[in-house]
Every structure is written in structure tokens, then in C-alpha cells.
């Protein structure tokens, strides 16, 4: 890996941190709001939504987690990235990198695949509130487009129940008619939903950084395992020659002592 790369690594690292930071604190956010809206318009008991209260709690505990293990995870990763660097510009002086060395690199380009797989999950995941505030986004822009029959939009409603967001038995579980205007007109619904926008945007940012990380870490731990080689071929090599040079040298003396 060369200087150059070094930089791109840098660069991974800044967009890494983007990504998660935009992950966590606007989807810690998003999910509050939902809680909000969910309370204040589609479930008045709160047994209803008692389970998704709770799984939102564990996912904010999830998010808060996340926030500090990727900050020392590129750190990490970043350090790791200037070493081998600095391995495969001093392989064929003095320097020499050992087989822990190389395992530990071994196991960043494991763990990074790892995390990318899941952050994947994560990513798609994540569009699964997008599309459901766009759905209802989307009825409310129906409702307004229609504002001269009355019937047309008593008639339009959007039922929470049918997503498994809450049970069957919540009340009202749906909201029709100009009610639903003023849910997609209220401040939470319009910040969540953003919020889930952005949030989405910054777990496919992670996964983006991951990707290229994976790349990277792979071709540094390839060239330094291939330059390892080579470092070792050369040494057996200049082995080789000065052994020749001192039979050389014996048959000389030997045949001068003759003479």
C-alpha cells in the first residue's frame, strides 16, 4: 500500500464516521418521534404498543453502543492501515514484518467483512421505516390533491395494524379523513420521517466505507504477504551468493597455495 493509499484510507475512515454518526443520532431521534406519533394518534393504550415500545428502547440502546465501538473500530482500523504501509515500504530494508503481523491483519480484513455483512442488514433495515412514513406521506398528498370531496377523503385512511407495528386489538389502530392531514402536518411526523432518510443515507455511507475498506485491508495483507515472500527469497538468495563467494575464494587459496 502506498502513501497514496494511505490517504484513501483516511478517507474511508472520515466517511466511516459520517456514517455511523448520521446513523446513530438521527435514527436515536426517528424512533423517539415514533413513539410520539404512534401515542398521540393510532394507540391511546399503552399495552397496545407495549412490545414495540420496548423493542425501540433495545434499539436505542443498540444505537448508543454502536457509536463508540465504530469510533475505536476506525481508529483502530486506521492505525492498522498505516503500519501495513509502513511495512511495505521498509520490506526490503531492515524492516520485517512478522507472522503475528500478518494474522492480526488477516483478522481486521475478517472482521471488516464481518461488519459489512451486517451492516448491510442494517442498511436495509433501515429502509423499512422510510417506506412506511412514505406511504403515509404519500395518502396524505392524495387527501390534499382531492380537498373538494368530502366523501372522497373521509374514505382515505392509513391502518398502522395491518404493518404488525401494533395489535389488532389498538385503538384507533387507523386514521381516515382530515385526522390524517394533521398527523403528516405535525412536527414529529415530518422530523421522523427526514430523520429516517438521513439515517438510512448514513448506514449506506457505512456500508460504502466498509466495502472499500474490506478492499483495501485485502490488497494490503495480499502485497504484504507476497513482499514477505519475496523479502525471504532474496535473503536466501544473497545467502546463496556469499556461500559461493567464500568457496570461491577457499579454491582460490588453495590453488595459489599449490602454486
Not at 454502536?66 to 486506521?78: E, H, K, S, T, V
Not at 466505507?209 to 490488497?219: D, E, T, W, Y
Amino acid at each position: 500500500m502506498s502513501g497514496g493509499c494511505a490517504v484513501c484510507l483516511a478517507d474511508r475512515h472520515h466517511l466511516c464516521f459520517s456514517g455511523v454518526a448520521l446513523f446513530c443520532g438521527c435514527g436515536h431521534v426517528a424512533l423517539t418521534g415514533t413513539i410520539t406519533i404512534l401515542e398521540n394518534h393510532f394507540s391511546n393504550v399503552t399495552s397496545d404498543h407495549a412490545m414495540l415500545t420496548e423493542v425501540i428502547q433495545w434499539m436505542q440502546y443498540a444505537i448508543i453502543g454502536i457509536a463508540p465501538f465504530f469510533f475505536l473500530y476506525g481508529i483502530i482500523l486506521l492505525a492498522e492501515g498505516f503500519y501495513t504501509t509502513s511495512a511495505i515500504k521498509e520490506l526490503h530494508s531492515e524492516f520485517k514484518t512478522t507472522i503475528c503481523g500478518r494474522c492480526i491483519s488477516g483478522l481486521f480484513v475478517f472482521l471488516t467483512y464481518i461488519l459489512g455483512v451486517a451492516w448491510l442488514g442494517v442498511f436495509g433495515f433501515s429502509a423499512v421505516p422510510v417506506f412506511l412514513f412514505y406511504q403515509i406521506w404519500s395518502t396524505c398528498a392524495a387527501i390534499k390533491t382531492n380537498m373538494t370531496s368530502v366523501d372522497f377523503i373521509s374514505s382515505i385512511c392509513v391502518d398502522v395494524r395491518q404493518y404488525g407495528i401494533v395489535s389488532w386489538t389498538a385503538t384507533p389502530g387507523r386514521v381516515c379523513g382530515f385526522k390524517l392531514g394533521d398527523v403528516c402536518d405535525s412536527s414529529e411526523f415530518y422530523l421522523s420521517y427526514h430523520l429516517y432518510i438521513v439515517a438510512c443515507a448514513g448506514a449506506g455511507a457505512t456500508v460504502i466505507a466498509l466495502i472499500h475498506f474490506l478492499m483495501i485491508l485485502s490488497a494490503n495483507w495480499a502485497y504484504l504477504k507476497d513482499a514477505s515472500h519475496m523479502h525471504a527469497y532474496h535473503d536466501i538468495k544473497m545467502k546463496e551468493e556469499q556461500e559461493l563467494q567464500d568457496i570461491q575464494s577457499r579454491s582460490k587459496e588453495c590453488l595459489n597455495s599449490y602454486s
